[in-house]
């Protein structure tokens, strides 16, 4: 028996949190860092439902081939096609472009409400509720606030005081100079 195996004398002996810990791998910490920085959730569920909706209407062309597949999914299976695309874009947009989180989110609830009635129930009820919380992540998601920076010794003293451009805007000056009300 080695000291790799599972069942070794040192690892039943030495219990959990008996060794130091160790910082994670770099691949990790930048994922976690990329995806904390982006709506992940909302953008990953728009993903999803977009897949589901997408599901059923081309599983027919595994069934009918790709000729027969407008005839045989109808109006609702193209609407289903069409719907369950503009979701995956808009899921890959959220996580690209996490400044316009709020447009993408209101793009995917309104596009998951209109998979209601336009394509199998919204994708059986599942692809809608998927998309609406989804674009509802997306929509709330808002950016951590970066911590506040000390001015140290090397800034410059204009980010230490006040600009005086609100002054000269107002006319008010704090000394006593040509442009103070009597």
Request: hydrophobic residues 55%; proline residues 8%.
């Amino acid at each position: 028996m080695t000291t790799h195996d599972a069942g070794s004398a040192l690892g039943a002996d030495a219990g959990f949190g008996s060794t130091p810990a160790e910082p994670a791998p770099l691949k990790p910490r930048r994922w976690r860092a990329w995806r904390r920085s982006r709506p992940f959730w909302g953008g990953l569920l728009l993903v999803l439902a977009g897949l589901e909706l997408l599901a059923i209407p081309l599983s027919g062309i595994l069934i009918h081939g790709a000729i027969k597949l407008v005839i045989y999914i109808g109006i609702g299976g193209v609407f289903g096609v069409l719907i369950g695309v503009l979701l995956i874009a808009a899921g890959i947009m959220l996580w690209v472009n996490p400044a316009h989180r709020a447009f993408y989110g209101i793009v995917g609830m309104t596009l998951a409400i209109a998979s209601f009635p336009a394509s199998n129930l919204g994708g059986f009820f599942l692809g809608m509720l998927l998309a609406i919380i989804g674009g509802a992540l997306g929509y709330a998601w808002t950016p951590m606030a970066a911590a506040p920076v000390a001015a140290g010794p090397d800034w410059p003293a204009s980010f230490e005081e006040p600009s005086a451009g609100l002054d000269l805007i107002t006319g008010t000056s704090g000394d006593a100079g040509p442009m103070a009300h009597p």
